[in-house]
Structures are given as structure tokens and as C-alpha cells.
């Protein structure tokens, strides 16, 4: 009986994996995500377990931190720097979440963050008497709101310093000024944020639109998308194969002209009149050996009888120019 009743405790008393694990992680001394109940398991999310292995860094004590910080502004060691950021992870973490709410992915913000952070490094000056997570705070913010802007549409909108400041101020402004019972027009805007009304009124656009697919239907239960309605710009397939018909016919009909001319004449129509580098007057006389002027009366002669020619046989060809660039 002793041994059944033994038993059956053996059987409701099993061992509960999770528990000992994390208990094994409290006695390895590494703390559990914020508001989560450590159970030793591995995260399965990649934020959890990024953040579970941020808060396992240890950070610096302000004199190891102002060390390792005079060896990169020194000598620019790497493995310093490596460990300054390591010790300031926790930092981009933190303002990182502070955007949440305007941008879903945490990862990129964390990740632009971190890029923040190597550039402060860089640039921190440990004899200025401030902390590096006081300074690189600037960075890691600046770096995290342009990634924002960059990416909040598909359509950049906060293209210079001042239109982001806009951007994230605008909306805040105009319910001041409505509260206070001024009317916030474009003008007074741009005269609060000392800017041009044009960046005013681009902002305030942007702020009041919203990006639409192109694959979208134009109305609801239509089969037409807004793509389908956007002109290609290029001419026409009718226009196109009408136009290449009849230059087909100009050049025939150029080429029937020319059969009966003199060398001297069919030198000006194909390399002047028709060449896309004309040849000048006093060349194609040195090679003729005539005068300039009498090339240029001969080119005169020509013109008109060719103006003639294709009027009567392409009556399609109207006002066209034969003449060729001045100056040549």
C-alpha cells in the first residue's frame, strides 16, 4: 500500500522543466525581460531575445567609461570602441521605444539607433565633463527620427531640417494657436516656425493625405484601377505608325529629288540640309572651288525647289524646315 501510495505521488509530483531552468537563469544572475517571467527558455521572438541579451551587458562605471573613450579618441581602438557600444545598447533600446507608437518595427529603429550611437562614439570628447549616454543621446535620436521620416511614406515628405521639424511639430502648434483663439493660417504658421509658407503648406498636405496604391480600384465596386488611367505619355501606336509612314515617304521622295541634281547640290542636301552636323557653306565650296556666296545661293535655289517637290508628292508635311542651324 505504502509502495502504490509512493507511486502515485511519484506521479503527480513531476518535474517541471521551465521552473528549473529559470531558475538556473536568476542563479546565473541575468534578469528576465520587463514583464515577462523569466523561465529560462529562449525567446522566441528576435526582439525578446535581443533585448534579453542587451540586458545581460554589464554597464561601465564612469571611469572605465572615460578610459576606454580616451584610447578611441586617441588611438582609435577598435576594441574600445566595441565596448562602449556594447555598454550603451541599453540606451538605443530605450529611445527607441519612445517611438513605438509612430513606427511598428522596433529592430530598424534599434538598428539605426545603434548607428547613432557608433557615430557619437566617434565624436564624444570625454574632457567635456558629460556622461556618453548624455551625448550620444542626441545622435541615436537624430539618426531613429530621420530613419522615421525616410520611411513614414512612400512619398518623402521631410526632405530638409526644416520640413521634419514641421512634421512633428505642426499639428501640436495649430491646436496652440486654435486654443488660443488665433486662426493658425499658413502665414502665421510660417512666421512661428520662421520658414517660407510654401513648406507650411507642403507639410500640412503630406500631414493631410495618405499614400494610395496604384492597383486601388477608383471607386468602390469598380474594376478600373487609378493605374489603368495613367496616360503613358508616349504617343499614340496610330500616331506613331503614322508619323514613321510618312517620314518613310519624306525620305523617298528626298531620294527621288536628288536623282537628277549635280554633285555640288546633292553635297549641300545630304550633309548640310539633312545632316544632323551640317556642313558649312565655305567647306563645301573649298571643296567645289566656288565661292561662299555662290554655295549660298545654290542652297537658296535648292531649298526652294524642294519645299516645291515634297508639297506637291507629301502634302501630309506641313511647315516643315529645311534651313539649317545659323551660324553654319
Known amino acids: 500500500m505504502v509502495a502504490k501510495n509512493a507511486k502515485n505521488g511519484a506521479k503527480k509530483r513531476r518535474p517541471n522543466p521551465g521552473a528549473e531552468a529559470g531558475d538556473e537563469v536568476k542563479a546565473k544572475g541575468q534578469p528576465a525581460p520587463s514583464g515577462v517571467k523569466s523561465t529560462g527558455l529562449v525567446p522566441a521572438d528576435p526582439l525578446s531575445r535581443y ?6 551587458i554589464r554597464r561601465l562605471t564612469p571611469e572605465e567609461e572615460h578610459d576606454l573613450a580616451l584610447k578611441v579618441q586617441k588611438g582609435k ?3 574600445a570602441a566595441l565596448r562602449l557600444v556594447k555598454a550603451n545598447l541599453w540606451l538605443v533600446v530605450n529611445i527607441s521605444f519612445e517611438f513605438r507608437s509612430q513606427f511598428q518595427n522596433m529592430l ?5 539607433g545603434n548607428i547613432g550611437l557608433m557615430r557619437a562614439i566617434q565624436k564624444f570628447d570625454p574632457f567635456k565633463g558629460v556622461r556618453l549616454p548624455a551625448y550620444a543621446s542626441y545622435w541615436i535620436r537624430a539618426h531613429i527620427l530621420k530613419y522615421i521620416l525616410n520611411n513614414w511614406r512612400l512619398v518623402r515628405v521631410g526632405t530638409t531640417n526644416m520640413r521634419r521639424k514641421l512634421l512633428f511639430n505642426l499639428n501640436k502648434v495649430t491646436q496652440e494657436m486654435t486654443a488660443a483663439g488665433l486662426e493658425p493660417t499658413s502665414k502665421l504658421l510660417a512666421e512661428h516656425f520662421s520658414t517660407t509658407q510654401d513648406n507650411v503648406t507642403a507639410v500640412q498636405q ?7 496604391s496604384l492597383e486601388a480600384p477608383v ?9 489603368e488611367t495613367i496616360g503613358s505619355g508616349a504617343p499614340a501606336m496610330d500616331d506613331a505608325l503614322g ?40 567647306k563645301i565650296g573649298e571643296r567645289f572651288g566656288v565661292s561662299r556666296e555662290a554655295m549660298r545661293q545654290a542652297e537658296d535655289r535648292l531649298i526652294t ?9 507629301v502634302p501630309e508635311i506641313k511647315g516643315f524646315n529645311l534651313a539649317p542651324k545659323a551660324g553654319s
Open 219 to 227: 471607386a468602390e465596386g469598380s474594376a478600373l484601377t487609378f493605374s
Open 51 to 56: 533585448l534579453e541579451a542587451v540586458r545581460g
Open 305 to 313: 525647289k524642294l519645299k516645291k517637290h515634297l508639297e506637291e508628292r
Open 243 to 282: 508619323e514613321s509612314e510618312i517620314m518613310e515617304r519624306f525620305k523617298r521622295e528626298v531620294d527621288e529629288f536628288a536623282k537628277p541634281l549635280k554633285e555640288s547640290d546633292k553635297v549641300i542636301l545630304y550633309d548640310r540640309l539633312m545632316s544632323d552636323e551640317p556642313m558649312t557653306l565655305a
Open 108 to 112: 530598424d529603429l534599434i538598428q539605426e
Open 77 to 79: 581602438d577598435s576594441e
Open 206 to 212: 503630406a500631414l493631410s493625405s495618405r499614400d494610395l
